[in-house]
């Protein structure tokens, strides 16, 4: 593949799925008739400040972050504007505005409502829901390398990329809807292809991506109705996906890396609003933490559960921070936050920052060594 032109490989695809307008609604937000409230809840957990939030935008339509640590040590965190089509870059330790990078448009450094993002080593990945396509760019510049997907993502959200010691695995959610309402999940038949796996490699300005495969259950206990966030654990060789649809029940389930569910799933029991972005704390040994985001209106919990068992462990909340999509674990660790740090969007509209050494003593959490 030549940098940004069309995977040339058979797809699967639906035929005549409806795509979202700009601005719409997203489908994980259909079921809700009334805004979930914590305050109504009656959810166990505890309380911690903000290491700070970053200044409001409320026209940009925050949705996920990703931080990257440069060669000299500073730390940034890249955040996804759905209704600006662009990335906030902010800076990691105080949450000040660096800069701005893209706008709308489908060309090499545009995007179309990017969602999803992630960062491997000094690589960029972003979704793109409206222009069907996973974009690569290079750190520190935002240097265009390829895009991929196009010809067989119908409404890309979320991924979760796989180092490998020759290139990259990189694991797509699509959230294709009913071709009669885009607010209405295919039939279960139809939902074999709710993830996508690509093959990544390069170097330089040459990169080349295939589409290895796609995977999802069609059975009423596996199905991923709301397919958005997911993210993987090669160590325990199990994947966990976010089931978002309030409906069935929003939980996460369990799959193995060979995109089969497993037969279980996780904290039904506990998450209240939506199950939504999601992150892994590694500690020596195999140890260590989910952290996932129960979507409230006023005030996200965050959820804790084993690393190994995936038993429930706590929960905490933040001060204001509410409405939480995406979130980002960084273990490394700085002067500002010499443990590592968890950013959370806080309401379509800022980033905020969680020190792990307040959120460890808040639940008395023992010393994560790292791996």
Same mark, same amino acid.
């Given at each position: ?61 925050? =949705? ?76 520190? =510049? ?31 959610? =699509? ?43 069609? =059975? ?152």
């Amino acid at each position: 593949m030549k940098p940004f032109l069309p995977l040339l490989f058979a797809v699967l695809a639906l035929v005549g799925c409806a795509t979202p307008s700009p601005g719409a609604r997203e489908p994980d937000e259909a079921a809700f008739e009334q805004d979930p409230l914590l305050s109504e809840a009656q959810v166990p957990h505890v309380v911690m400040a903000e290491a700070f939030v970053t200044e409001a935008a409320p026209q940009e339509n925050v =949705d996920s972050p990703a931080a990257w640590r440069a060669a000299d040590g500073s730390r940034w965190v890249i955040a996804t504007a759905k209704d600006t089509h662009r990335l906030l870059v902010y800076a990691g330790d105080d949450g000040r505005l660096l800069r701005t990078v893209g706008g709308p448009g489908a060309r090499p450094g545009q995007f179309n409502r990017p969602n999803g993002i992630a960062v491997t080593d000094d690589l960029l990945w972003v979704v793109e829901r409206d222009n069907r396509r996973v974009q690569l760019l290079r750190l520190p =510049d935002f240097t265009p390398l390829a895009t991929f997907g196009e010809p067989d993502l119908l409404q890309p959200y979320g991924l979760w990329v796989h180092p490998l010691d020759d290139g990259y695995e990189v694991l797509v959610s =699509d959230n294709y809807m009913s071709p009669q309402d885009d607010d209405v999940p295919p039939p279960l038949a139809e939902l074999d292809r709710r993830f996508k796996r690509y093959r990544v490699t390069g170097e330089g300005r040459d990169w080349a991506a295939r589409l290895l495969g796609t995977f999802g259950a069609t =059975d009423e206990a596996g199905a991923i109705r709301i397919a958005e966030s997911l993210f993987g654990d090669p160590e325990h060789d199990r994947l966990l996906l976010a089931e978002e649809d309030v409906a069935t029940g929003t939980r996460l389930r369990e799959y193995g890396l060979d995109g089969r569910y497993r037969g279980r799933d996780v904290g039904a029991d506990v998450f209240r609003a939506q199950a939504e972005g999601m992150a892994l704390m590694r500690c020596a040994g195999g140890a260590g933490y989910w952290i996932v985001s129960d979507q409230f209106k006023d005030r996200t919990v965050f959820h804790l559960f084993d690393r190994v068992s995936l038993d429930h462990i706590g929960a905490f909340a933040g001060e204001r921070t509410a409405n939480t999509d995406g979130v980002w674990l960084d273990q490394s660790s700085d002067a500002r936050f010499p443990q590592g740090v968890f950013y959370a969007i806080d309401d379509d509209q800022a980033v905020a920052a969680f020190d792990w050494r307040e959120i460890a003593t808040a639940l008395s959490l023992p010393d994560c060594e790292a791996p």
